[in-house]
């Protein structure tokens, strides 16, 4: 039993019309005219597929192929169907589009399997005009509440709960999430690897094991602001001199240490004036690693280095943490039915952490979860040439598909004897 590649391929292009603009990208984001559009066509599409819908107050749309019901829940496969502005058309689509293909693939073969097996499509997945990214899955596991969300609105003043509710969602509807935890026995994302990782060891698929933690900080430097003319080079107090330094120390350590990755990709100077020296500097650190050990490692030494960098320039510096998301280790049992499966079916995969977080790192608060990485096309995403071979693609649907037939065999191994 195989995936219809071509079938799949043409739902990725059709899909990857809905939001396509004049680069050739798609611009998709939730709560658009565009994704209300995509959010109808997939319904509609689940409906004709004879699929149970469920759309929770996050609007995550859920749809369930019934199984024989010998095992009680379901096993979800999904991602997310809104796309950052001017991304391509893989960017989880991929991994709905793949779970839709998926259950045509068991119902053309007249496979129930003893679980039902469900589709899901979170909401807001990418960073939106609500500053709410992995929107969906944390409402979904209650990391985001109505409470929280009840004043919530975006730039132009709209508020998400009305947002919600023009898509079948609701902050009213929360309360019933919760109550649909429990059935759900595991949760599949495939998505495409957004690295290099796998072209450079050129091989068609991962399974990830784990989810990096990322550790965010606004480090303001205040320096002297003064006469960029008539103030000697000794008298300076330059606070984007010392950015400088600083900046340069994060990317020499990371280098080095190979286990931790340091960005600084936001950086505001003040006064920003062509003859005054800069007198404040304000820029975000963040740091990603596997384990929570080399962030706090790697902190620890920038900051040393930091203290010396200021000490010696005569500038002060602040840093206050924004973000301090902990490393997420996925099931183990789900990666190894996924490696056996690979190994089974001769297809080469790698195991590797994920170094971007997605809806299966809140998932796997709630249930044993697991996701799969196809290789993509000079590493690159979130931009029109996003790409994934045919040919990868099928084979790492056939993983999926080979080891959602094991799991159903494997998970719940003790309601089965009892039924
Ligand atoms: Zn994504």
Redesign the pocket.
């Known amino acids: 039993m195989k995936i219809n590649l071509s079938r799949l391929v043409q739902d990725i292009e059709r899909y990857g019309e809905y939001g396509k603009n004049e680069h050739g990208g798609v611009t998709r984001p939730s709560f658009s005219y565009e994704d209300h559009q995509v959010r109808q066509l997939f319904i509609e599409e689940l409906k004709e597929m004879g699929l149970e819908i469920t759309i929770d107050g996050a609007a995550n749309i859920w749809g369930k192929y019934k199984g024989t019901g010998k095992k009680k829940g379901s096993i979800v496969i999904g991602?997310?169907l809104d796309s950052v502005p001017n991304g391509g058309k893989y960017?989880?689509p991929l991994g709905v589009l793949m779970a839709k293909e998926i259950i045509k693939t068991l119902k053309e073969h007249t496979i129930l399997l003893d679980h039902d097996i469900e589709i899901v499509s979170f909401t807001a997945?990418?960073s939106n005009d609500f500053n709410l990214s992995t929107f969906g899955s944390r409402c979904f596991v209650g990391r985001l509440t109505a409470e929280i969300l009840k004043d919530a609105c975006d730039s132009k003043g709209a508020l998400l709960s009305e947002e919600l509710k023009k898509v079948g969602g609701g902050l009213d509807k929360f309360p019933e999430i919760n109550k649909m935890h429990n059935n759900k026995k595991a949760f599949i994302e495939l998505?495409i690897e957004q690295g290099q990782r796998l072209e450079s060891a050129n091989i068609s698929m991962a399974v990830i094991n784990s989810v990096v933690g990322t550790y965010r900080s606004v480090v303001s430097i205040k320096g002297d602001p003064n006469h960029s003319g008539t103030t000697m080079m000794v008298n300076r107090k330059d606070a984007l001199t010392a950015a400088s330094e600083m900046i340069l120390e994060v990317e020499r350590y990371c280098k080095a240490k190979g286990n931790v990755v340091g960005t600084v990709g936001r950086i505001n100077v003040s006064p920003n004036a062509a003859n005054i020296i800069p007198g404040q500097v304000d820029f975000i650190l963040e740091i990603r690693a596997e384990a929570e050990g080399s962030i706090q490692e790697a902190i620890a030494s920038i900051q040393d280095v930091w203290h010396e960098i200021s000490d010696r320039r005569k500038v002060k510096v602040v840093q206050e943490v924004f973000l301090d998301q902990k490393p997420v280790l996925l099931d183990q049992v789900l990666v190894s039915v996924f490696e056996n499966t690979a190994r089974e079916m001769n297809e080469p995969c790698l195991t590797l952490p994920s170094m971007a977080v997605?809806d299966a790192a809140h998932m796997a608060s709630i249930t044993k979860s697991v996701m799969v990485f196809v290789k993509s096309i000079g590493g690159k995403s979130h931009c029109p040439e996003e790409f994934s071979e045919p040919e990868d693609i099928e084979k790492v649907g056939n993983l999926i598909l080979q080891g959602i037939i094991q799991l159903d065999r494997t998970l719940s191994e003790k309601e089965i004897k009892s039924v």
């Open positions: 991602s997310h960017d989880g997945e990418e998505h997605h």
